[in-house]
């Protein structure tokens, strides 16, 4: 018989031109690798939240779960050989009414293997009308004998639509501790870390920008200040400059008057001597 599990997982200047290029280039590279690697880490974690789904419905005993009108069911054995293999993904559609139903179609319905009550996914051979109700009796094609158990219209639960070769071994896969750590706890985990590791660069980033700006802010106002001190120096140089020509002029002119006085005096005593001796 081919036993089935539900396909789940608990899951500038020229120069300042020719150095910021390569910066800006750097970090266009970053930004876009920093994007792929959020895109990948959200579609790991978004499959596995929808696997870890698919296996919580299956493990409390809900029943078969519908994700969008799909069901993900892993095929286990051959005995669907040559149509489906073991390892196979098989898709259904859940059936909601059973006389559509034809000998041919392949269901995949609740049944009984070993004592256990497992998922079985199987072709119809025949239907009998039950009275009341339809029961179905199913075989694998790789089989020689039915089924020992018909099946009652409301054990099936899909009908067979189209598969995937070996992504059930992925699924079974994902089922396992392992495979829940690989691929809902890792993948969270990464995306953790990274977007922490992102923020605080960006908050590094942000502080250092705020550093510097602080840091050319003082420096304008030192050199403002500087500028105006070197301005007030000028100024007084020129003022003190400006008073000691006033001050030389001044004494020069005082030195002019004073040897004309003196020229005066001693033309006016000659004078004098000379009408004494007259």
Not at 11 to 22: D, F, G, L, R, Y
Not at 49 to 55: D, H, K
Not at 65 to 74: D, E, K
Not at 219 to 225: K, S
């Amino acid at each position: 018989m081919n036993e089935n599990k539900l396909a789940q997982t608990t899951p500038v200047s020229e120069n300042e031109t020719s150095t910021q290029a390569p910066a800006k280039k750097g970090r266009s590279v970053s930004k876009t690798v920093n994007t792929i690697i959020n895109v990948l880490l959200v579609i790991v974690i978004v499959i596995a939240a929808v696997c870890t789904f698919v296996s919580f419905v299956t493990t409390s005993g809900s029943g078969v779960p519908n994700i969008l009108g799909v069901q993900l069911l892993s095929i286990q054995t051959d005995s669907m050989y040559p149509e489906l293999v073991a390892g196979d993904l098989a898709i259904d559609t859940p059936v909601k009414d059973a006389s559509k139903l034809r000998p041919k179609d392949i269901i995949t319905y609740w049944t009984v293997i070993d004592g256990e009550r497992v998922l079985n996914t199987h072709r119809i051979e025949n239907i009998y009308d039950g009275g009341g109700f339809l029961v179905f009796e199913t075989k694998g094609d790789n089989n020689t004998n039915v089924d020992p158990l018909t099946v009652h219209e409301s054990e099936i639960v899909g009908k067979y639509k189209f598969h995937i070769s070996g992504l059930g071994k992925v699924f079974d896969y994902l089922q396992t501790s392992t495979g829940f750590f690989l691929v809902v706890l890792l993948p969270v985990l990464l995306f953790f870390i990274f977007n922490l590791v992102q923020f605080f660069r960006a908050l590094f980033e942000y502080q250092g920008v705020k550093n510097r700006i602080k840091f050319e802010q003082e420096r304008g106002r030192t050199e403002d200040l500087i500028a105006k001190q070197q301005l007030d120096l000028a100024q007084k140089e020129a003022e003190r400059a400006k008073m000691e020509a006033e001050i030389r002029e001044k004494l020069r002119a005082e030195l002019l008057e004073s040897m004309a006085k003196e020229k005066a005096a001693d033309e006016t005593a000659d004078e004098a001597s000379d009408n004494s001796k007259a």
